[in-house]
Every structure is written in C-alpha cells, then in structure tokens.
C-alpha cells in the first residue's frame, strides 16, 4: 500500500499528491514516470515523476481528472493510499546525460501546456540546480489552470505566459510565442523541449522544424504495463515502431507520427464513455471504492 | 481385458463454455481417477517418465492413485514438481509422457496428464501439506520475476533454509499463468493462487511492483541488500509484430495486451475498469498456445474468431487439446495464410486482413515443412481487429542495467549447461529469459536445478 501523504486540489480538478514509495523516490530522476493502480478493480495508469523527497521517501504526482480511471483516483485523500505504485519507469530525460558544461552554453526553452508544467517541472528544476536557467512559455486554458506558475517562474531566465482566454498574460498561443520569439526577436534556441497535449506538442514541433531547432517531446501513449510488456503504447518513430514506455516516453519531435498517436488515443472512447455513465449512476459505488 | 481407451473426462459443453470464462474441465473424480490409474501397466522400463521434463516417478504416483492413496500419491509427485495443479492442466502432455506411453501404440495413452490434476486438485481439497521446511541457514537469496521458474525455484531454496525475496514487476504474482494463461483453461483463485501459496507458508517473501533494473539495480541486490545469489527468471514478455503494413491501426494489439487486459487486469469482469476492445470479428495470427488462447478469449467476448497460420493443421505449436477445444467452440482456422498487409478504413481502424496462401515446401531447420508463397494467391479477410501473436522475446530492462551480462543475438540471456550458472558470479537464470518463450514445465525444471546449483555455489563460497 502507497500511503497519499499530502493532497492538494491545485487548479480545476486538478491534484497535487504527495505518495509514500520509499523505493520509488530513492531512483527516480527526471524525465520517469510511474503506473499507479488505486484500489484492486482499477486500472493501471502513467503519471509522470513530478519531484522526489528522498529524505521522507515520497515521489510527487500531478494529474487532472479528466476520466473514470483519474477522477478515481482523485478521489482518495490524504491517509488513504493507492494498492499500487510502481516505476520509476521509462528512461530519464535525455537532459541528464549530456556534458553539463557543454549544456551550459546552450539556450534552452521548456514550452509546457496545461498539465504538461507537472512533467517540465523537475527537468527545470535539476536544470537551476546546476546552474542553468532555461526559457519557459507555459500556456493553459486560463489563468485557474496555469499550474506550478510561481515555482517554474522562479527558475527561469525568462518567462512567458499566455491562456486562451486571455485572463492571464498573452491572450494566444505557445506556438504564437514561439514564432514572435524566433521571427521578430530573432531569439536563437538550441534546444526546445515541450510537453503537454499532442496537438500542441504536433503544432510546436511545426515551428521548430521549419526553424530547424531541435525538440524533444514526452509522449503520453495509452499503456497498461508500462513496462516493454503489452505494446499498447506504440508508437511510429521515425518509420520504426517504438514501445514509449521503454524507448521512451520522450523522442524527438520531428521524428514522431503524431496523427497516428492521436487516432490511437480514441480506441477505447466507447468504453470510457461506458465507466464514466456507470459511475455517474451509481454514485454509491464509486463513493465507496474512493475509500 | 484393458481398455484401449481412455476414461473420459467431464467438460463444459462447448456451447455454454464459449459464453463465459468458468474452467472448461472438469478433471475427474475420485472414481474416475482409479479407474483410468488401473490402466496403467507400470512398464519395467516406464517410457513416459523419460518423457517428462522434470522425471516425476509417473507409474508410482498412478499405482497410489489406482490404490486410493491420493496422498501419498501427491508426495511422489511433491519430490520432482512445485506447480502440478497448474501442469497437469497447461503442460503438452501429448508430446512428453503421454507421447511415449505404450498404451498410445494400439490405443489411447494413459491420461497422465488428468490424472496429475486430479491428484494436485485432491490434495488441495483436503489442505494436505507437503511443505518441509529446514531452519533458515543464515544466507539470502534474491529471485526476479515470480513465473514458473522464480517460483520453483524459490520454493526449493527456501525448503533447504535460505531466506528467499521475490521480486515481481507486475502487481500480481505468477508471471505467465496470471496475465497470460486465461482463466478457463488456469484457474487463478482455485489453482494459482493455491500453489503460490504454499510457497508463502515456506517462508517466501514477495515483494510485487519492483522493476529489477528500475526500482533497483542487480548490483543493488548484492551490494546494499546482501544477497549471496540471484536467480533471474524474468521470462520473456516481450511481443514481437511483423512489420507489415497497418500494424499500428485502431484495432490491432498483440496478444499480450489483449489477455493481459483480460486476465490481469481483469477487464471481461464489468466491475474491473480496464477497457478491452474486440470487435466483431477479429483475426488471430499465430498457431501457438497463445495464438489459441486469445482467440478463445475473443470467442468468449462475443467475439467470430479466424486464426491465421501459416502452415497446416498438423504444424500448430499448440497444445493438441486446445485446438480441439477451440475447434469445438467454433473457431475458424484459416491455414496456410500469411497475412501481408493490414487494410484500414478512413477512420483509422481496421477493416480487413490481407493475405497470401501458401503451400508446405522442404522441411526447414526446425524440421517442419517451410511455408512458401503461392504467385498471385491474395485474399482478403474481412475483420474489424487483428491480434497479432507471432512470438516474444525477453524484455532487456535486466540485461541493459546489468553489466558484464552475457546475453544472446535474441535478447536471451546466455548460461552455462544445465544448472543456469550465467557469465556474471553468483547469478544464475533460467526458464523463458533463457530459453525464450517455452513451456512452463521447462520453467518449472530450469528453476529447481538452478536452485540446486546455487545451494552449492553459496556452500562453496
Ligand atoms: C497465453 C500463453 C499461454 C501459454 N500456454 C502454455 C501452455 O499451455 N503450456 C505451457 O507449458 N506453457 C504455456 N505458455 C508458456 C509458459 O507460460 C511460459 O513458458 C512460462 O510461464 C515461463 O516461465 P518463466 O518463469 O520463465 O517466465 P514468466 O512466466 O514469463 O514469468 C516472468 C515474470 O518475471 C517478471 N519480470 C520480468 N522482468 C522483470 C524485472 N525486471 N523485474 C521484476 N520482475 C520481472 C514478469 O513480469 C513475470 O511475472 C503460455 C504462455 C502464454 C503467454
Ligand atoms: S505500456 Fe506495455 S509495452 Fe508499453
């Protein structure tokens, strides 16, 4: 059992939990992930490693409740815990095993959309921890879904915010920024990395491949082992396939065959559709399995 | 005047059975085990105990059946097999001991097999405990993975006093016989769960969600946990696909997700979350056991079901009673095909099943007749999935992470004669990971000798 430590509602059903996996925490560097299962019916699902505290040997996951399987989760509190909490999983984020004075040199930018500020979060910050403080657009529905805003702010050369809806900073696009970025500030990026939903991740690797910088993306594929077992989670690479759980989750932007992974999102929106009208009548089922 | 045939055994009539996931044997009965153990003729030189991968005393442990004394006739059993609920109902009985039963010449062998579960299934009935337990020795050893091979081998070093962790992956143990064996061919509460059981009573620890390699490394395990050996018997899990056109369509998933998804996570059971999709018709390519099982699973989830291979009849790798089974259960076998190409719609999702007919050739190095092409013999299978179970190989999360590892061009990990001593000190393998995909009675044996080897490695150390 995975006891949650700290829960915290962060944005519109969005949470901050704070897991206690002693084991987890002591190997996970940036860029893993981890599959938590809730409670024995549940599904297995990926969360991206958002942080680690080694000494209270707890890892930090943020994820939205977007369907049955994450408003399940949700739905446990502080002192209760998850039955299953495995990983870390995948390999670290490529960042870690460059020369890091060779990085030092180099202009980063981090564009993170909505809940993609989770992931981007502990590259960013093992970034500042030695000395490197990237570019960072993050963009959101409006400003109640701009999350880790003051954390990333604070480690990042500079800064640039915009929502949909304009309530927070620009009212556009990451891509848009990107463009002004490059085109009118003639700003030159060696390496830009950008997480969040897959048409913005598509759109930005657009931008960067016309402006030939080079992308790395984090790919967020269904997966059920999340471990080299299954091949949900394949995806083309390059004209090869690739399993993201164990070559991944990140590749290089340019490389990757976006519209077949967004097909491939839809296999099981039937069945989705399914759990969340079961769950919705019978509310007293649910309840109780939140426990 | 001995019977030619055979006791028959009770199953679910196929109509029924193909509507849900309940056992489609039943085994037999007290009655009709001594029955079928009278036929026995307890051979001076018994062919079918050379037939057995693991050498149970086959005529001892029938003449206690035919005797009414099921439980001695389970610690014959107990001396040379951890697993006999699970092999007496998943090993290919009609190539080992029942193929070299003398009966079979003029007749139908002895049913070594059944009765094997039936004496497994009895002894579990009546909690007969076959466990001997030594005092702990002091010493540790650590197992990878809890299939057949971990498992056996777990059990064998614990019974000789060593304390022994499992580490499993996955959040449930058994490796195999949970996430891929379906549930009406291996019961996993009445017979899994049972036999991994009664290694817990030995004093096995096991500790599931730990990613060997990930979670920690095997240096790890002998440098901060202190384990004097490993045993690795990581199986090999990995699904290969074909590399044809489509194969990354809406529709398409490979066997391994397919049943784990139903067998794991339990996803044929409506109040399991997991999702699985099978459309209504749905083509399974393969002849393995694997191949079968899911396209008996699909059957069973309302499923039509086409298995696509490409030899003949005579060929399939499968166990013969689950072809037969499936037979009964209205799969329809489409031989001698090669699918070539995956057709999609304009949706994404699969269509059809594009194919080229074959015709058997000259045997290749396996010894069966090679498949060749026929010119322009294309045909297309109308279908909205496609399970793809052509094989798998051994995940090298282990191998990658483990320096000075010797492993083979297939990934399998490389030892030394039998007793699975590996290039690295101390670490030993066995089962799937060594072998690549096999059977879990040759698990099941890799894993004891390996434990035999490394209670000597320890003792001279
Ligand atoms: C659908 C299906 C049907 C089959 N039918 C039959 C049959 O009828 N008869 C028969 O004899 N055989 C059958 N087999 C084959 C048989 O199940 C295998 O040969 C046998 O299970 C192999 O045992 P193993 O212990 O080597 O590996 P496995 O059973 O594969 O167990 C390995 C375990 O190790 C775990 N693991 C892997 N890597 C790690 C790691 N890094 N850290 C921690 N844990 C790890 C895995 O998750 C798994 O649980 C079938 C196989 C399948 C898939
Ligand atoms: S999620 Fe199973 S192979 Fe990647």
């Known amino acids: ?291 | 005047m001995l019977s030619l045939n055979r006791i028959p055994v009770r199953e679910q009539n196929p109509d029924l059975r193909k509507h849900n996931f309940e056992e489609v044997c039943f085994g037999y009965n007290e009655e009709e085990a001594v029955k079928e153990a009278a036929r026995c003729l307890n051979c001076k030189k018994p062919m079918c105990v050379s037939g057995c991968p693991v050498s149970i005393d086959i005529p001892r442990f029938i003449k206690h059946v035919k005797n009414s004394e099921f439980e001695k006739a389970a610690q014959v059993i107990a001396e040379s097999s951890s697993l006999p609920g699970v092999c007496g109902r998943v090993c290919p009985q009609e190539s080992q001991c029942e193929g070299k039963c003398i009966l079979g010449k003029k007749g139908e062998a002895v049913a070594i097999g059944k009765l094997e579960r039936f004496v497994a299934d009895w002894s579990r009935e009546h909690n007969i405990d076959l466990s001997k337990k030594s005092p702990f020795n002091g010493k540790t050893v650590a197992v990878i993975g809890s299939g057949p091979s971990g498992l056996s081998c777990a059990g064998d070093l614990a019974k000789m006093g060593y304390g022994v962790t499992v580490y499993e992956d996955l959040h449930e143990i058994g490796g195999v016989l949970v996430y891929g064996i379906p549930e009406f061919r291996l019961p996993k509460e009445k017979v899994v769960k049972p036999e991994i059981d009664n290694l817990k009573k030995l004093g096995v620890k096991i500790e599931t969600n730990i990613i060997i390699g990930k979670t920690i490394t095997v240096d790890d395990l002998f440098d901060k946990e202190g384990f004097s050996a490993i045993f690795i018997g990581s199986g090999a899990g990995s699904p290969r696909f074909m590399n044809i056109t489509g194969e990354n369509l809406n529709g398409v998933f490979s066997a391994n997700e397919f049943l784990t998804r139903v067998n794991l996570m339990k996803a044929y059971k409506k109040e399991y979350d997991t999702p699985v999709h099978v459309g209504k018709k749905v083509a399974v390519i393969g002849g393995g056991n694997v191949a079968i099982d899911a396209a008996r699973t699909a059957i069973r989830l309302g499923s039509e079901a086409f298995l696509v291979y490409r030899r003949s009849k005579d060929e399939l790798p499968a166990r013969a009673e689950e072809v037969h089974h499936a037979e009964e259960e209205g799969l329809n076998f489409r031989l001698l095909s090669n699918p070539i190409e995956i057709i999609s719609d304009d949706k994404f999702w699969v269509k059809g099943l594009k194919c080229l007919k074959m015709e058997l050739g000259e045997p290749d190095e396996s010894g069966r007749r090679r498949p060749v092409p026929i010119k322009d013999s294309e045909f297309i299978i109308d279908v909205d999935s496609v399970i793809i179970s052509i094989g798998t190989s051994p995940n090298p999360l282990i191998t990658s992470s483990t320096k000075g590892l010797e492993k083979n061009s297939k990934g399998c990990i490389v030892t030394d004669g039998e007793d699975g001593r590996t290039s690295r000190k101390g670490i030993f393998a066995g089962g799937d990971a060594v072998t690549g995909a096999a059977t879990v009675i040759l698990a099941m044996s890799a894993g004891r000798k390996a434990a035999k080897a490394i209670d000597e490695y320890i003792q001279n150390n």
Not at chain 1, 35 to 55: N, S
Not at chain 1, 181 to 206: A, Q, R, S
């Open chain 1, 1 to 291: 059992m995975y006891k949650i430590l700290t829960k915290k509602n962060i944005a519109p059903e969005t949470f901050y939990m704070e897991i206690e996996a002693p084991k987890v925490a002591k190997s996970a560097k940036p860029g893993h992930f981890i599959m938590v299962k809730a409670d024995e019916q549940a599904e297995r699902i990926p969360l991206t490693v958002c942080d680690v505290d080694t000494k209270k040997g707890s890892v930090t996951i943020i994820f939205k409740a977007v369907g049955a399987s994450t408003e399940l989760l949700a739905g446990f509190d502080e002192g209760d815990s998850y039955l299953d909490f495995a990983g870390p999983l995948g390999n670290e984020t490529e960042l870690l095993s460059e020369d890091l004075e060779d990085l030092k040199t180099k202009k980063i930018m981090f564009i993170a959309g909505g809940i993609g500020a989770a992931p981007v979060h502990p590259q960013i910050k093992w970034l500042y921890e030695n000395g490197i403080k990237p570019d960072v657009i993050l963009g959101a529905r409006s400003k109640d879904n701009l999350i880790l805003l003051s954390e990333i702010e604070k480690m990042a050369d500079n800064f640039y915010t915009v929502t949909d809806d304009g309530s927070y900073g620009r009212k556009a696009l990451v891509t848009e920024v990107l463009e002004d970025l490059i085109v009118k500030e003639k700003k030159h990026y060696d390496l830009v990395i950008t997480i969040g939903p897959l048409l913005m991740m598509k759109f930005v690797c657009l931008v960067t491949k016309k402006h030939d910088v080079k992308t790395i993306v984090s790919l967020n594929t269904l997966m059920v082992c999340g471990m080299g077992m299954c091949g949900a989670c394949r995806a083309t690479i390059n004209n090869e396939t690739k399993f993201t759980c164990v070559d991944g989750p990140e590749f290089d932007g340019h490389q990757v065959d976006f519209d077949e992974i967004l097909n491939r999102q839809s296999i099981y929106k039937d069945e989705e559709k399914e759990k969340l009208y079961q769950f919705a009548h019978s509310e007293q089922e649910f309840k109780n399995r939140r426990k």
